[in-house]
């Protein structure tokens, strides 16, 4: 096999010109290749561990209060936590995401910003973390850990451009009226301690503020937590299975309020349920439930339903229009948990709710709910806990509702769109994938592979017809050659491989001088610093420079496939002349 | 901003005898449940630093029985035709140019205003709104002159959460009880705005503020002026609350 | 012993529309250890003659045994691998491979073979090329030699493997008088060393004082033996 390879290497410096040529386009479409990949590559490491990370997570877990989209806050935040620690294995990093908006006034200038919270020292950010950090966060005055500084009044970082729009320096302070997670406006004033250039326009938009002072601003409590952004080992493999399993762990539970129900100076335990208004469970109610008593005549409007069994109205005195409270224990802090409730209907024995129970409508529900979380729970035996089989049982709404997993990103939308029109009371939690929540990310790495694969057919059609061509004329002018080693007795296979190890030598000879090539133009091209303050293109940049991103794998798997083109495409002329009569070979002159 | 609208319009003589702060929010909250259908044009000046004057015209129909209300824009020329629809829980937005209508959330912005879908809906004072006392237990009210005005200037705080702001400042004249201005503030105690009725119109016996102006505290300069005219209290037909009607209106 | 023997051995080839009858019948038997002439002018089938009996041209009808071995009924595999064992060639053009110097090019039909050590390969090449006097020009490739130094290294490709039979077609064309005699003296040289088989084909007159035997041929028939 040796001599092979020796007479091989040896032909195809004989014909050097034609092999440099071949070479050269070879060489030229695999640079090309390589540096397609790597660009697609890179941009897609930018979007995946710079951009998606940031923007949605690669699982992100939102938490929709009151229909709006904009007020992400869950009460028992540790919770929610566990199971995510249970659900996802090793997640690298859970970040509280927050981002408002609000009107900020500098120096007698006003603009628009969006508050954002981050934690630069919070768990997970480690040394490799806290670099890119600083790397996408580049400090020009001040410091960025100083978001951390207590004895600042709502330290804040933001970018050079912004703080020319705001007419501000460090130090100085920036007023900023927003809307907090109740609705209400408010102001505050944040000191600069940080003026940055971030590494992309991306970044450049919100103003910085540690995630603690943001949520105290926001009035969130020290249970609550805003939407949650999962960043995981290997996102591509394991964004949507995690995100799959957290959401089957996050079925909620049917929420019951345990409390003390007074009415006349006198007490009784009593468990409180939600009744969910939508049409199904209204139909439910319609159709599973009697009433022996109500306020109005015909029907029961569940909006406002607060309906007691008939045992717990023969216990109590309470019948339709009198007005009972509530007061329960919380699960945080001290403050105890409480309602006034006007009892709309009783319901007659049969329907299912036969106890200490009074089914509250979702809006009344929710609001007591959320407003103190209560220290029962439906796992916990209390006044009264419904059968699962009750016709009824559907009707009652869990501790928060959890969103379907959407598949797409119009399924997204989808789900957003109905959470603000049906106004949901329960606080409702989805669970999504970057694939869901940043296909449009994901589209475009789709394309920027499409832009390679493209290169890969190029590359393809410049190998077959330079290896045909030359091949034929290779072996027209060596026919004579071909006859006399077929005469001195090489088989059939030897002469076809020949020729075969000779068109892969030259294809990976080529393919490796075009992958040197392509990392020499790399290298070049992210020496060079773009100027993309203004075009949000800039954000694929990194620190102004094209990221490239060559992986070992992808250079080999190219050079294989070069490589490997090349043999095919030779696989037939060098049949043809290998299976040449010696004879007549012989007697071939050009 | 069209929050202020909604109340302005039901701000009348108030019927209170001591100057006790709940009975004023009560009586407040009496005179508007005691509105009736409303039917006015409204002109809106908006001047905003740096970005000059933005003049907003529209007609709007309010449907007492159920907080219904219609809006459609009349002016400026980019504005006119679109228009707002509110028929129970549903809360439509109709754009002119592309002939939709589109479902909004109740927090969603009116004509890229300050005004939210939620600041029409009706809520009661006494419900939102209690009254300030100081370390003594006295109610926060006091006399002072405002112009050539002796007004009760008096204290609210938040009851409730889900108010746009935690603390107000009313200030309503002795002689006639008619609220002449009103200060709003941010839990952290920020001056956010101020509203100041200027001028009034006499409607079924109530005094209407038909020209108010509302000043920006936190961002000095921005200031709106909103003027009423052409009142009308009769009954509105049902028609006028359907999807039908404002494509029509809008043509 | 016969080291070749032919019987009504025919060969036709298609010529454009046309069929020609290079060989029309030929009855031959080569005794082992023969230095063998074969005489003809152009065209009459000498070259048909040796391709067929070197086994890389098959024969339209006939038997052609060569070592014994009846060759018109081999595979190209079988075929290829009896050329390479049992038989050397020296062509007219000498055929070198024009990428490999002297050494390489005698050493290539071992290689070929796949039986021999590199060492042994190694030796017996420097052993031939050394009987053909070309000792100094053991790294020179083809294009650096002369016709007759090329045509020396054929020799020594040819003998390299210990071929039964070595077929020379016109050897001594290509070179001048001086050299062919050179070569025809070595080719002798080999025969007697060796005790190889050689059949050259010529249609040159003087050459034919070398043969111990002479077969003439004319329009595909052998016309005389002696």
């Not at chain 2, 205003?113 to 009254?131: K, N």
Request: charged share 25%; hydrophobic share 40%.
């Amino acid at each position: 096999m040796n001599f092979l390879f020796t007479i091989s290497i040896r032909n195809l410096f004989r014909q050097r010109r034609r092999s440099i040529l071949l070479g050269s386009a070879i060489a030229i479409g695999t640079a090309v290749l390589v540096l397609a990949n790597a660009f697609a590559h890179g941009i897609s490491e930018v979007l995946f561990n710079e951009i998606v990370s940031y923007v949605s997570g690669h699982v992100s877990v939102s938490f929709t209060k009151g229909g709006n989209a904009n007020n992400q806050v869950f009460h028992d935040g540790a919770r929610i936590r566990e199971i995510i620690n249970k659900r996802v294995p090793n997640v690298k990093r859970v970040d509280e995401a927050i981002g408002v908006f609000a009107r900020a006034i500098g120096n007698a200038k006003a603009d628009n910003v969006i508050l954002v919270g981050m934690d630069p020292s919070g768990d997970g950010v480690d040394e490799k973390e806290a670099e890119k950090l600083a790397k996408n966060f580049k400090e020009l005055e001040g410091h960025f850990a100083d978001l951390a500084d207590t004895t600042v009044e709502n330290p804040v970082c933001l970018a050079q451009e912004k703080a020319k729009t705001l007419n501000v320096k460090l130090h100085d302070v920036v007023r900023v009226r927003f809307t907090d997670i109740r609705g209400q406006t408010q102001a505050a004033r944040l000191t600069i301690v940080c003026i940055m250039k971030p590494s992309n326009v991306f970044m450049a938009a919100p103003v910085y503020l540690h995630i603690k002072t943001v949520k105290r601003l926001l009035g969130y409590s020290s249970n609550d937590v805003p939407q949650l952004y999962l960043s995981i080992e290997n996102p591509r493999k394991d964004a949507k299975r995690f995100a799959d399993s957290l959401h089957a762990g996050l079925n909620p539970p049917l929420a019951v309020i345990d409390g003390q129900l007074s009415v006349h100076g006198s007490g009784v335990e009593v468990t409180l349920l939600s009744l969910r208004t939508d049409s199904a469970s209204l139909a439910l109610v319609d159709s599973a439930m009697k009433f022996s008593a109500r306020t109005a005549a015909d029907s029961v409007n569940p909006k406002k339903a607060v309906i007691i069994s008939e045992s717990l109205s023969k216990i109590t005195g309470l019948q339709p229009d009198d007005t009972c409270t509530i007061s329960y224990e919380g699960k945080f802090g001290d403050e105890p948990g409480g309602a006034r409730l006007i009892v709309t209907a009783i319901a007659a024995a049969g329907s299912g709710i036969d106890g200490q129970v009074v089914l509250v409508n979702e809006r009344d529900f929710y609001k007591t709910f959320y407003d103190v979380w209560p220290k029962s729970t439906v796992a916990v035996n209390g006044p009264f806990r419904p059968d699962t089989e009750i016709g009824i049982y559907k009707a009652f709404g869990g501790e928060w509702l959890l969103a379907p997993r959407s598949r797409t990103t119009r399924d997204v939308m989808k789900l957003y769109r109905e959470i603000a029109q049906k106004g949901w009371k329960a606080i409702v939690v989805d669970v999504g994938s970057m694939y869901e929540t940043a296909s449009m990310v994901l589209n475009l790495e789709y394309a920027l592979n499409m832009i390679t694969a493209a290169c890969v057919m190029v590359l393809f059609f410049i190998i077959l017809i330079g290896v045909v061509n030359t091949l034929r004329m290779t072996i027209r002018e060596r026919t004579r050659e071909i006859g006399t080693i077929r005469a001195i007795g090489m088989q059939c296979v030897d002469v076809r491989n020949s020729f075969l190890i000779e068109t892969g030598l030259l294809a990976l000879i080529s393919a490796l001088s075009g992958t040197a090539l392509a990392f020499v133009t790399m290298f070049g091209l992210s020496q060079l610093t773009f100027k993309t303050d203004a075009n949000p293109l800039g954000m694929l940049l990194v620190d102004g420079h094209i990221f490239f991103a060559p992986t070992v794998l992808a250079v080999c798997f190219f050079i294989m496939l070069i490589v490997g083109i090349a043999v095919v495409t030779a696989y037939f002329p060098a049949r043809h002349a290998a299976k040449l009569s010696a004879a007549e070979a012989l007697r071939h002159f050009e | 901003m069209l929050r202020i609208l909604g109340c302005i319009l039901l701000v009348g003589t108030v019927a209170f005898g001591a100057p006790k702060i709940d009975s004023l929010l009560s009586g407040y909250d009496d005179l508007y449940r005691q509105v009736s259908d409303i039917r006015a044009v409204v002109h809106l000046t908006q001047q905003k630093v740096n970005q000059g004057t933005k003049k907003l015209e529209m007609n709007y129909y309010r449907r007492d029985s159920d907080e219904s209300f219609l809006i459609i824009m009349t002016g400026p020329e980019a504005e006119k035709g679109n228009g707002y629809l509110r028929v129970g829980d549903n809360f439509w937005m109709y754009r002119k140019n592309t002939r939709t209508f589109q479902h909004i959330n109740r927090d969603e912005s009116i004509g890229g205003s300050d005004a939210q879908g939620d600041d029409f809906e009706g809520r009661l004072l006494t419900e939102m709104y209690a009254p300030v006392k100081d370390s003594a237990g006295n109610e926060m009210i006091s006399e002072e002159m405002l112009g050539k005005f002796s007004v009760w200037r008096f204290e609210v705080i938040a009851k409730v959460n889900d108010v746009d702001y935690p603390k107000k400042i009313y200030w309503i004249r002795k002689d006639k009880p008619v609220l002449l201005k009103e200060a709003s503030y941010s839990s952290s105690g920020t001056l956010m705005q101020t509203l100041y009725y200027l001028t009034f119109t006499e409607i079924k016996e109530r005094l209407v503020p038909v020209k108010t102006l509302i000043v920006d505290e936190f961002e000095k300069g921005n200031k709106t002026i909103l003027e009423i005219s052409g009142i009308s209290t009769d009954k509105l037909s049902n028609d006028i609350f359907t999807k039908a009607y404002l494509e029509n209106l809008s043509k | 012993m016969d080291i070749i023997d032919i019987k009504g051995l025919k060969k036709n080839y298609a010529l454009g529309s046309t069929t020609v009858h290079a060989l029309r019948g030929v009855d031959l038997t080569i005794a082992k250890g023969d230095f063998m002439s074969i005489i003809g002018p152009s065209g009459s089938g000498k070259t048909t003659l040796l391709n067929v009996i070197g086994c890389i041209d098959n024969a339209t009808e006939g038997s052609v045994k060569v070592s014994g071995r009846e060759i018109t009924k081999l595979n190209d595999r079988e075929i290829t691998s009896m050329r390479l064992h049992h038989i050397g060639f020296i062509f007219q053009t000498f055929n070198l491979i024009p990428v490999l110097d002297t050494l390489e090019n005698v050493e290539f039909p071992l290689l070929l073979m796949r039986k021999l050590s590199k060492q042994d390969i190694r030796k017996r090449a420097e052993k031939l090329i050394e009987e053909v006097g070309l000792r100094e020009y053991i790294k020179h490739r083809p294009a650096e030699l002369s016709g007759g130094q090329r045509q020396r290294v054929a020799i020594a490709r040819a003998l390299v493997t210990n071929p039964d039979i070595v077929l020379a077609d016109e050897p001594t064309a290509n070179l001048d008088s001086v050299t062919g005699e050179q070569i025809l003296n070595l080719m002798k040289e080999m025969n007697r060393i060796e005790n190889t088989t050689f059949i050259f084909s010529t249609h040159d007159a003087n050459v034919l004082k070398y043969a111990r035997s002479v077969v003439k041929i004319r329009d595909g028939l052998i016309v005389k033996e002696a």
